[in-house]
């Protein structure tokens, strides 16, 4: 089956820096990868929607310029969070989807803590 | 816009059979997908349903009734490692991404 990677799998960074957050198909090419923020005991909250090689598409309510995402590649997006704030802190899992890939299937990462202090 | 309904717990012994409910509002319509999610881990596909009646893959089954905008996951011989969250999702038909919108997840426990 398809295989997404997260890097990586937990970060602890101080209030103020910058954490990126990248997300790998590892056996097809992903034409469009998500990003999601999913918090305790709660479901999924789509962030934004990336396409290879065109601009995200941002959820509204979701900071573009805080939550830069780039989807330089058809296996890779990364999600660079800048200046971080404790309130950022989550679990934030990508999932991937492929042209031959059911439009009703995604594929999902392993997700990444990320705690910020 | 679309919303899903699902029940935030349920718990159930194992070797029981146990029914999660989905209940959407859709501004379109093309099928219900059902996801597990294990704690701190990724979710992963389980089934989908486009057409109303039951699509049974083992243990588990998933129905649609889409007239009654409503579907159900069934589990049967429920075993410890199926204790998770279960999430049932819609597709978005107005995102040409094809991004699915999720419901709010059933958590289950299963007891010995």
């Known amino acids: 089956g398809a295989v997404v990677s997260q890097h990586p799998s937990w970060v602890i960074c101080k209030s103020g820096t910058s954490v990126k957050i990248e997300c790998r198909s590892l056996?097809?090419?992903?034409?469009?990868m998500f990003w999601y923020r999913q918090f305790p005991k709660q479901s999924l909250m789509l962030m934004a929607t990336?396409?290879?090689?065109?601009?995200?598409?941002?959820e509204q309510g979701v900071e573009k310029d805080k939550f830069l995402i780039n989807h330089a590649s058809l296996t890779l997006s990364t999600l660079t969070v800048t200046s971080a704030h404790p309130e950022d802190s989550s679990f934030y899992i990508c999932?991937?989807?492929?042209?031959?890939?059911?439009?009703?299937?995604?594929?999902f990462g392993p997700g990444t803590r990320l705690t910020v202090t | 816009g679309q919303s899903l309904e699902q029940p935030s717990e349920v718990t159930a012994v194992e070797g029981a059979i146990v029914q999660i409910n989905c209940t959407y509002q859709t501004s379109g319509f093309y099928g219900l997908s059902w996801y597990q999610q294990h704690d701190g881990g990724a979710p992963t596909f389980l089934s989908y349903n486009g057409l109303d009646g039951l699509e049974e893959k083992g243990r588990f089954s998933s129905f649609l009734s889409r007239s009654d905008s409503y579907g159900y996951l069934l589990l049967q011989e429920l075993q410890m490692k199926d204790s998770a969250s279960y999430f049932c999702?819609?597709?978005?038909?107005?995102?040409?991404?094809?991004?699915?919108?999720f419901g709010g997840g059933t958590r289950l426990m299963v007891k010995p």
């Open positions: 999932s991937a989807r492929g042209d031959r890939e059911s439009v009703y299937e995604q594929y």
């Open positions: 999702a819609v597709r978005d038909p107005s995102n040409a991404g094809n991004m699915l919108t």
């Open positions: 990336s396409n290879e090689g065109s601009k995200a598409t941002y």
């Open positions: 056996d097809f090419q992903a034409t469009t």
